[in-house]
């Protein structure tokens, strides 16, 4: 595709429930980054995939949290029994994985917790 | 360990003043510095990035920065601000060790016309 793809767009979920989230990142770009953004908060660091090394997962803010990454793809990011902190706006990047080069951000998906 | 400081989290000018955003960072080995613009309900772009060429950076839609390593500073500016830089402005950090990126907290900037 032209650009990163986020499903879904908007996201609502009873606390307790799991959700999973969706990135489709730039057709071959290897590297894969999720962020949270949280109101008044910069951009956290999730999870971040290159190529097919064991990714980067000092982000994550606790073991209900996990992503995977498909082929080399997609990737998922799930959050198990939802908590009312757990809403935000998740995003994705990818980049072709060199230092420093640009990241592409997705639209994000924005997650509420009720 | 690498860090972003911005300072104001909100700034307002009048439209045809002089933006000044303020980004200061926080690096143990080189850096590699860069500004992302958030439009409203638009996902991050990128507005410029420094990666060790020359100190001053020119970006998209007529913004600069400038990489001071003494001050380690990394403002973004622009001579004449348009309405339509009215968003969300996030510096960043990054290293040729690794490729997290350390991002700031934002600032969101308002237009007056």
């Known amino acids: 595709g032209a650009g990163v793809s986020q499903s879904p767009s908007n996201k609502v979920t009873e606390k307790g429930k799991d959700v999973e989230l969706r990135c489709d990142p730039i057709?071959?770009?290897?590297?894969l980054y999720w962020y949270r953004q949280s109101l008044g908060q910069g951009l956290e660091f999730l999870i971040y995939f290159q190529g097919n090394s064991a990714p980067d997962k000092s982000g994550l803010p606790s073991d209900r949290f996990s992503a995977e990454r498909t082929g080399g793809s997609v990737s998922t990011l799930t959050i198990q029994r939802t908590q009312q902190e757990d809403s935000a706006v998740y995003l994705c990047?990818?980049?072709?994985?060199?230092?420093?080069?640009?990241?592409?951000f997705g639209p994000g998906t924005r997650l509420l917790v009720l | 360990a690498q860090s972003v400081t911005q300072l104001g989290s909100h700034v307002s000018v009048s439209e045809g003043a002089l933006v000044l955003l303020r980004c200061n960072y926080s690096?143990?080995?080189?850096?590699?510095l860069f500004w992302y613009v958030q439009y409203p309900n638009q996902g991050l772009q990128l507005l410029l990035k420094y990666t060790s060429a020359a100190t001053l950076v020119k970006g998209i839609n007529g913004f600069e920065a400038e990489f001071k390593k003494s001050e380690t500073s990394f403002h973004l500016t622009k001579p004449s601000a348009h309405m339509s830089d009215a968003a969300e402005y996030f510096c960043a950090v990054s290293t040729n060790t690794g490729n997290q990126f350390y991002f700031g907290t934002g600032t969101s900037l308002t237009v007056i016309p």
């Open positions: 990047a990818s980049s072709q994985g060199l230092t420093a080069e640009t990241q592409y």
């Open positions: 057709s071959g770009h290897t590297a």
């Open positions: 690096s143990s080995v080189p850096p590699y």
